[in-house]
């Protein structure tokens, strides 16, 4: 990201989590320090660029400039960023790129190319967790037919009654039923 947008000190990427924004990745303390700013303030260019969908480029050394006051003025006192250019990411995940440097904004395009390649990187990795979440569904899923056809010889009962007595004593047991489910089949082939 640094070598696409000239003068970048810092880079970092917000998301909501719940109601609250959250700094889903960032390049350094910088960053994170920054991001926390606007967040603290609860305004800022990362916060309107999530929040309008439109793009920020903010030059804090201007003097005319009364956009969001209290960031500017914290971000002039604990940080060495001079300007803040904030970017909705694509359309894929709701978040921002926000592009920290220690100079005035660089064009529109950088910023754009920066933008399309981050809201890449944030896909292929909601793609990854949501293929592991897939995945570990799945292995549930066997566990817990392997324990209903455990308990349906055992007990010589159909597959829904297995099912229903599984649910009855995970939900007594107070315990999840892949692990309830996980334990029946360990104790059949331990």
Same mark, same amino acid.
């Given at each position: 990201?640094?070598?696409?947008?000239?003068?970048?000190?810092?880079?970092?990427?917000? $998301?909501?989590?719940?109601?609250?924004?959250?700094? #889903?990745?960032?390049?350094?303390?910088?960053?994170?320090?920054?991001?926390?700013?606007?967040?603290?303030?609860?305004?800022?260019?990362?916060?309107?660029?999530?929040?309008?969908?439109?793009?920020?480029?903010?030059?804090?050394?201007?003097?005319?400039?009364?956009?969001?006051?209290?960031?500017?003025?914290?971000?002039?006192?604990?940080?060495?960023?001079?300007?803040?250019?904030?970017?909705?990411?694509?359309?894929?995940?709701?978040?921002?790129?926000?592009?920290?440097?220690?100079?005035?904004?660089?064009?529109?395009?950088?910023?754009?190319?920066?933008?399309?390649?981050?809201?890449?990187?944030?896909?292929? #990795?909601?793609?990854?967790?949501?293929?592991?979440?897939?995945?570990?569904?799945?292995?549930?899923?066997?566990?817990?037919?392997?324990?209903?056809?455990?308990?349906?010889?055992?007990?010589?009962?159909?597959?829904?009654?297995?099912?229903?007595?599984?649910?009855?004593?995970?939900?007594? $047991?107070?315990?999840?039923?892949?692990?309830?489910?996980?334990?029946?089949?360990?104790?059949?082939?331990?």
């Amino acid at each position: 990201m640094r070598d696409r947008v000239p003068g970048v000190a810092s880079v970092s990427v917000t $998301r909501r989590v719940g109601a609250r924004p959250a700094t #889903a990745v960032a390049s350094d303390p910088l960053a994170e320090r920054a991001d926390r700013i606007q967040y603290e303030v609860g305004k800022g260019p990362c916060l309107h660029a999530l929040t309008a969908g439109e793009p920020v480029r903010l030059d804090l050394t201007a003097t005319d400039d009364r956009r969001w006051p209290g960031f500017r003025s914290r971000m002039r006192a604990e940080t060495a960023i001079r300007s803040v250019l904030s970017h909705p990411l694509p359309d894929v995940v709701p978040a921002s790129l926000n592009v920290y440097l220690a100079t005035p904004p660089p064009g529109d395009d950088a910023v754009a190319a920066a933008a399309v390649a981050a809201g890449l990187v944030l896909a292929a #990795a909601a793609a990854r967790d949501r293929a592991d979440q897939l995945r570990e569904a799945l292995d549930s899923s066997r566990t817990i037919g392997a324990a209903i056809g455990i308990l349906m010889v055992r007990d010589g009962v159909t597959r829904d009654a297995a099912f229903a007595a599984l649910r009855e004593a995970s939900q007594l $047991r107070n315990r999840k039923l892949r692990d309830l489910a996980a334990e029946i089949v360990a104790s059949r082939t331990g």
